[in-house]
């Protein structure tokens, strides 16, 4: 008897709420063990637009978010 086999016929013994934990097992099982995808940084996914964005530009990017926005006195 192969191993497919066995789960198989031990699965048949089990009440639908215990197959159901079986199968969310096997699925985590599953994306526990796939490759993972390596993934680009933003840095990277933006590379070929031509937007060069310097640490200075972000910070005026962000007094400009921020001068407008109330400030509470504590």
């Given at each position: 008897?192969?191993?497919e086999?066995?789960?198989?016929?031990?699965?048949?013994?089990?009440?639908?709420?215990?197959?159901?934990?079986?199968?969310?097992?096997?699925?985590?099982?599953?994306?526990?063990s796939?490759?993972?995808?390596?993934?680009?940084?933003?840095?990277?996914?933006?590379?070929?637009?031509?937007?060069?964005?310097?640490?200075?530009?972000?910070?005026?990017?962000?007094?400009?978010?921020?001068?407008?926005?109330?400030?509470?006195?504590?």
């Amino acid at each position: 008897m192969t191993i497919e086999q066995a789960i198989v016929e031990n699965l048949r013994d089990l009440p639908p709420e215990k197959k159901q934990e079986v199968l969310d097992f096997v699925q985590f099982l599953k994306t526990k063990s796939s490759p993972k995808v390596h993934r680009r940084s933003i840095k990277g996914l933006c590379a070929d637009l031509g937007v060069h964005l310097t640490s200075e530009d972000i910070a005026q990017a962000r007094r400009e978010m921020w001068g407008n926005f109330p400030k509470e006195d504590f």
